[in-house]
Structures are given as C-alpha cells and as structure tokens.
C-alpha cells in the first residue's frame, strides 16, 4: 500500500511512522521546512487534564510514547512532569471541575481538585485569593517539540519513509470516487491513501478533495520572560481558564507565558501571518500573568517571544477520519496536535489499514459530528 502524507508537521510524521511500521510504503510531502507550520512553534504540553472523553483518551494513549521515547526513538526530548495546575476565578467555571476531575479519573489520570489554598501549595507565589478552584495532576508536563519531531523523522526513515521538503501538494488526485494519488510542484505521486495532517493549511488540502472542513488557522503567541521572582522548575504549567493567561518555568529561574485574551478571533494568513507576537499582547499577556501569580510584575524582563497557528474546529477537537474513500484526515487539534501527535498517528494507520480503531472512540473525531449537531466542546483551552 502506497501512501502521501501532506505536511511535515509532528502529526505528519508521527502518522508516516506508525504506517511504515506497519508496512505501508509511505512518502511525506512538506512544503518548506519540517515543522514549519506549527510545530515549531508550540510551547510542548503535554497533559491528560480535557473536559472530554476522547480528548482524554487521545492524550492518554500518548503519554507511553512520549515516557520512552528515547528508549524507541534514540532522542531525549527533555520531557519534564511539574503537572498542570488549571485555576478557575468564575463559580461557573470551577462547577465543571468536579465532573471533569470524576471522568479523569475514570479514565486513569491521576487528577485532583484542590482549593485555592491547597493549590498556591503546588504554585507558591499564586494569587489564591483570585481564585475558587483548581485541578492539578502530576503526570503532565511539557516537552521539546524540536526533539520530539527530529525523533519521530528519524524513526519515519529509519522504518523507510521517504520525506521530501521544498514541495507543494497542489491537487488531490480523485479519477473517480476514490483517491489515485498527489499532484506537486516536482510531479504526480501515485497513491492508495493520501493523509491530510497540513495544520494550518489543513483547510486548503481538503478542498483539494472536494471537501468544506471547518478548520481555521488562529494566531497564538508566546513569549520567554525573566520574571521578577523566578519560577522554579517544581512549579506546574499553570492556566487561568477564565484570564485566557498561562505560564510554565523554562530553565534558570525563566518562564514562558502565553495566552489568547482577544474578543474577536479572526482566521490568519498561514502564508502571511505575523509572526511576533507585538507589543500590545506582550504587555497584556504580563499583566494577566501578573494577577494570575506574583512571580510576574514592573520589573519582568521580556527575553523573545513568537507566534504561531491553531488549526482549531467549532468543538476544540481534531477531525480524525477516513472522510471518502482513500483520504484520510488528522486535522484540526486546536493547539493539541504536538501532545496528542503519537495517538493520531496510531489512529492514522489503524483507519488506513484496517478501517477502524480501538485505541479512541473515532465515533467522537468525525467531520459528521458538525453536520449532525453532536458536538460537544473542550472547555479546557488555553
């Protein structure tokens, strides 16, 4: 079985893998750079703390390859666990807490509710009083999305993968009803299956198909500060759901803060976007850190800083689907594409090669569910 993979993204290449693994013959098409579109610009959670079932699964069926990745891959990605610790100001906010710490639970995720008080314990310069509620779990953390996406390449060639930069898909190949392949910049490539894991441009390589996604690409940006009091490495990636801020400790005393605080959210050029973040989100994303938690005030220093895209869906979930015959699509993660990277990819060959599988509900990731009206959003988004 001959498959094109669209993007070089860590979705991309970590689908590439697992087909090549099981036997596919498999060729990935990136239009510039691996890991240019997304990937290199993600901040690296890595965490199983979702309102929802299948998000959940997706992160939790990741968590064993990113915990031996270097045993599998050769490559440390530098994969720390200080936890996520999610802090609600809004009554509504915190009553969805206990029922979402309930279903992690269930599903295996050692999360836990906490008080202010209990939470200003895991986070010490914590404003508490700003605070109702909060979840913490200690499996979470974050990693190097650099490292995990040169191991995955590698792991792709090594299993015979054939990855080509500098090239375009500029048409989906459809004689029929099903798919016969990719047009390019350097020629036709024939295939049995193409996968659609493109990210931003995930939209654009569907239409190629004769399909409407509802995939958007939106601006997200970060940037790396030196605090006024350093964070400790102890301290959890910390969200402030009802801020839109969050922070995390990068190396030496450093951390990294980011966050969406816009009313309006408008779809962005991925060939065109700005790609540092301004002065006017910089300034505003310190000052929600700061009333999130005192490490962060007038003397913060701000090091560099960096945007990037979501390709994000109406419910916050990817569209994880076979959608016609021979075109499959891992699109639309919302900003959890890099955590949930490995279980896609299993997914991935699990629809190309068998039609179906067992490792999340799929019933939950189809394009369907939109036209159906069986959406059911991820409320935790940062």
Partial sequence: MRVVVVGGGIVGLASAYYLAERGAEVVVCEQSSLGAGSTERSAGGIRQQFSTRVNVELSRASVPVWENFESEFGVDIQFRRPGYLLVAREQST???????V???NDCGVPSELLSPAEARERC????????????YSPTDGFADPHLALQGFAAGARDAGVEIVTGVTVTDVLRPDRGVAGVATTEGRLDADVVVNAAGPWAHEVAAMAGLTLPVAPRRRSVAVVDPEVPVPESVPLTIDLDSGAYFRPERDGAALVGGHFADHDPDADPD????SPGLDWTAEALERAADCADYFGPGTQVRRGWSGLYAVTPDHHPIVEETIPGFVNAVGFSGHGFQQAPATGGVVADLVHDGD?????????????????????ERNVA
């Fill in 94 to 100: 915190a009553a969805a807490f206990a029922e979402n």
């Fill in 102 to 104: 309930a279903m992690q």
């Fill in 124 to 135: 010490p310069e914590l404003r508490a009083e700003e605070f109702v509620a909060a979840t």
């Fill in 272 to 275: 065109g976007f700005a790609r």
């Fill in 357 to 377: 599988t067992s490792l999340v509900d799929g019933s939950r990731l189809t394009s369907e569910r939109f036209e159906d009206g069986q959406t059911v959003s």
